[in-house]
């Protein structure tokens, strides 16, 4: 019988629950409608649906000749369905009038229709007037409820479920590839296969010859009706002289096979349940090799990256030290950012393995030593912690090496300007012409003296400016400093001595001078005079040519006002030169008034109007020079102003942007409403909303170069670093993705255990409830009170086992994911090791042992050398040759596993 009382019975208790079938029914009733025309097909379906028809009415003692006209009175029409389905229908009317045609055919269409299938355009009249459309229409609806709408495997049903299954069986046969229900059957090979896997006594399949499709049609429909008790009723030649055979008329005839190899489902239900354990197996070891390799690749990175970031050794060029901010750069863009994301998908891959090993029973898994997660968490912390400070050490050393080019530079200025100073006064205070000198040249050397004195004095801040650039050279290690202290000291010994010379002279001058007494006012004059005006002259050219390094308009404001200042005092200056070279104007004027011989230089002074006038006119041309220079470096300042404000009104934006969606993101892990998959959706969006915000980080990191690149070292405008940006950007981009795990895991978790939505709000509203303080995790009291209001009878030892299995660290919270795991163990059942050790009894045929050639059998190849890999020999009573112990195999799969 192809369907039987029971499976009729099971058809009655539950046909309301068909809605997703009576669609398909509906779509089946509506495909290809017109194509029922075709005279092919319709020849094809007439003698198909004909046979089937009288493979049931011969159980009432009756058959069919004509389809479209025995049924046109409706008796054998209700007597049909009644056989089919194991109910009486109500009494048929026994008139031969049309109105008692279209009543019997009424009640036979409402029986139909009370089995939750929609009739779509078929009415009581067109059967009556024996339409060959609407009645072929009727029995293809009949057949889909009662004969292919029931077909169920692994959660596909119908023509799906009929589909995979002839897949499925006939999947190890050569030239057999089941696509659909018309071209893959022409050839009779599907036919024959499926007869051979169930009935391998009925059929040699290896004898078969696929260029003989009539022959091997004919062999199966042959010994389907003599074995199988399976009518004929497909035409071979019909099949094979068709292009495209009546999908109908071959799901039809099929759906008689896998009713009535129905018994053998069970073995298959068996391997089925083996397979998806295996295949968890076979996914879990994957997953731990990525993990491992992973793991391995991302501590080999950061042991070879923190030697290089704790490396201190400063450079001594400016050059060398802006090369490795350049590389220190280059890492922060370049090299950390994938592997942030590598860090952050260990972290997921790791918690979606532990989440796919504990919903199957598996073991936890441990990564090799020192590949922990925690180990991973504590090399990064590490790496972060030295490259925290790597940056401002760069930073510093590039200060440090400016401000020491700038000493060297101005000691050399100042060194040079000095040795100049400084050249020939040796031999000029070493020499003896006050011996032989008149009164009047003793005079003048004596004033001469004095003058040298007072110009000596005068170069003594120089001298100590020249020594305190050096000493600060010296604190500040510079790289040349063995020249620079070479030279100091040649200038503080010279400076000695010229002290040591200028004593003596005066003391011989003075002891000569009461010999020699004659003294020139005016040349005395103009040598006391000439002398503070030439050093004033001298440290206004030297001032004038003075560098200046300064970070801030203000700054450079304050050199402006200072230089405003000089300026002023050049009129006053230029009074001074004129008297001076009044002083002049008048020495001539007597000695022409008097006829005295004037000495060509002045006794009193090496200065000359001439080295006056010269020096006058280069502080005039310095001064605008030093206007030029000072307006230079104020547009520059006011340039990095711009670039501090535009960093700034980007930072200021960008870091609040930040700080709000990590808020919005903790926020909403803890508020979340709606479905596991609109959560998911929810954060998706959120995620591509940060990902499409990446372009404003990329500006803002060109400022932060263009900032870095001017040597603009602070901020005044933001109180964000381009550091602080990056840190909160990476700490966003790693909590939506930690956050979407978790979601993904609820996910996996639910569907793994058959939670329903409605329990996962349940179990996320009562977890809410409880989260007092809203942080995502409830303390112990919260959860005990969780527990109680959900009906658990708590005592302490019960507590306490709890207890262990949703905080096993011992922190004192429960978050909402061990919460859920905990929910989903007390609510949702998973496979066992007993259920996998009763399907390979199935498989082995109720033996304590299975054989090789069973394993390949029952199992997808890969399945099944997994298996034959790692089945031990069976050792036990009745041992025989070549049996493998699936009792050991299937324990190891829930205890001490090896993976």
Request: glycine residues 4%; contains cysteine.
């Amino acid at each position: 019988m192809v369907v039987t009382m029971s499976q009729i019975e099971t058809s009655v208790q539950y046909n309301h629950t068909y809605e997703e079938e009576e669609e398909y029914m509906i779509q089946e009733e509506e495909w290809d409608r017109d194509l029922l025309l075709d005279p092919a097909w319709e020849k094809q379906q007439r003698k198909t649906f004909t046979a089937w028809c009288n493979s049931h009415l011969r159980k009432a003692g009756t058959e069919i000749e004509n389809i479209e006209e025995d049924f046109r009175n409706g008796l054998k029409l209700m007597l049909l369905l009644e056989v089919i389905s194991g109910e009486r229908l109500p009494k048929p009317d026994r008139g031969k009038m049309r109105f008692h045609r279209i009543a019997n055919v009424n009640k036979a269409l409402d029986f139909i229709a009370s089995k939750g299938v929609k009739l779509v355009s078929i009415g009581a009249e067109e059967i009556v007037d024996g339409n060959v459309k609407m009645t072929l229409g009727m029995i293809w609806t009949i057949i889909l409820r009662f004969a292919i709408q029931d077909i169920s495997v692994e959660e596909t049903s119908a023509k799906e479920g009929l589909l995979l299954w002839c897949q499925r069986k006939t999947a190890p046969y050569r030239n057999v590839n089941v696509q659909n229900f018309h071209v893959s059957w022409k050839d009779g090979l599907a036919l024959c296969a499926l007869i051979h896997r169930h009935r391998p006594d009925l059929i040699d399949y290896s004898r078969l010859n696929k260029d003989d499709p009539l022959g091997n049609l004919n062999l199966a429909l042959n010994v389907a009706e003599k074995h199988l008790d399976i009518p004929k009723m497909l035409d071979p030649e019909d099949i094979v002289n068709t292009p495209k055979p009546d999908e109908r008329a071959i799901m039809t005839y099929v759906s008689c096979f896998y009713h009535a190899f129905a018994g053998a489902e069970q073995a298959e239900t068996a391997s089925n349940r083996i397979c998806k354990v295996l295949a968890v197996n076979q996914e879990n070891e994957k997953l731990m090799e990525e993990y491992e390799r992973l793991a391995s690749e991302l501590l080999e990175w950061i042991r070879r990256t923190i030697p290089w970031l704790e490396n201190r050794t400063p450079e001594k060029t400016m050059k060398s030290m802006q090369q490795k901010l350049e590389d220190f750069r280059d890492y922060r863009r370049k090299h950390k950012p994938p592997r942030v994301q590598e860090k952050c998908q260990l972290e997921i891959n790791f918690n979606t393995l532990q989440t796919k090993l504990r919903i199957s029973n598996r073991p936890a898994f441990m990564p090799s030593e020192g590949k922990m997660v925690s180990d991973i968490a504590s090399a990064w912390q590490r790496l972060e912690q030295v490259e925290k400070g790597y940056e401002e050490w760069l930073l510093n050393e590039i200060r440090r090496l400016e401000r020491l080019d700038h000493l060297a530079e101005k000691f050399r200025q100042k060194a040079t300007s000095h040795e100049a100073w400084a050249f020939g006064r040796e031999q000029t205070l070493t020499q003896k012409d006050y011996e032989t000198a008149t009164l009047t040249e003793l005079r003048a050397l004596l004033r001469k003296h004095e003058a040298f004195e007072s110009d000596l004095a005068a170069h003594q801040d120089r001298v100590e400016q020249i020594a305190a650039i050096a000493q600060e050279l010296n604190e500040l290690d510079y790289h040349d400093i063995a020249a620079i202290n070479e030279r100091c000291q040649k200038i503080c010994d010279q400076w000695d001595k010229l002290g040591t010379l200028t004593q003596k002279r005066r003391e011989a001058l003075e002891r000569t001078e009461k010999v020699l007494e004659t003294v020139d006012q005016l040349y005395l004059e103009f040598a006391k005079r000439a002398a503070p005006f030439n050093n004033w002259m001298e440290g206004a050219i030297e001032d004038l040519q003075d560098m200046f390094i300064v970070h801030t308009v203000e700054e450079m404001q304050s050199l402006i006002t200072a230089h405003e200042q000089f300026k002023a005092t050049m009129p006053e200056a230029d009074s001074e030169r004129q008297a001076i070279m009044g002083i002049l104007n008048e020495l001539q004027k007597i000695a022409q008034s008097y006829s005295i011989r004037v000495v060509i230089s002045n006794p009193y002074t090496i200065i000359t109007i001439e080295e006056l006038q010269s020096k006058w006119e280069k502080v005039k041309q310095f001064v605008p020079q030093r206007d030029h220079a000072l307006q230079e470096e104020l547009a520059r300042q006011h340039a990095n102003e711009r670039l501090r404000r535009q960093f700034a009104a980007q930072a200021n934006v960008i870091g609040p942007w930040i700080q709000n969606k990590m808020e919005e993101i903790a926020h909403s892990s803890v508020q979340m409403t709606g479905t596991l998959e609109d959560q998911m959706t929810q954060l998706k969006n959120l995620e591509h909303n940060v990902i499409n915000y990446k372009s404003n980080l990329d500006k803002l990191e060109g400022d932060h170069q263009l900032i870095q690149e001017a040597l603009i070292f602070d901020n005044k405008h933001t109180n964000y670093t381009m550091e602080h940006i990056r840190v909160g950007w990476e700490l966003l981009l790693t909590t939506i993705a930690r956050t979407i795990n978790e979601i993904e895991t609820q996910i996996l978790t639910r569907d793994a255990k058959g939670i329903s939505p409605e329990q996962m709000n349940e179990f996320r509203s009562s977890f809410n409830h409880f989260d007092r303080k809203k942080q995502g995790m409830m303390d112990t009291d919260d959860f005990r009170a969780c527990l109680i209001s959900m009906g658990y009878d708590l005592g302490e030892a019960e507590f306490a086992r709890i207890m262990t299995l949703v905080d096993p660290s011992g922190t004192g919270v429960v978050s909402f994911q061990s919460f859920i795991d905990f929910m989903t163990r007390e609510t949702a059942d998973t496979d066992t090791a007993e259920q996998v050790i009763a399907s390979f009894r199935i498989l082995a045929s109720d033996k304590s042992y299975i054989f090789v050639e069973e394993l390949r059998r029952e199992l997808p190849p890969d399945q099944a050398e997994y298996c034959i890999k790692r089945m031990p020999p069976y050792s036990g009573k009745g041992s025989v040759p070549g049996a493998l112990d699936y009792v050991s195999f299937a324990t190891a799969l829930y205890g001490e596993s090896d993976l």
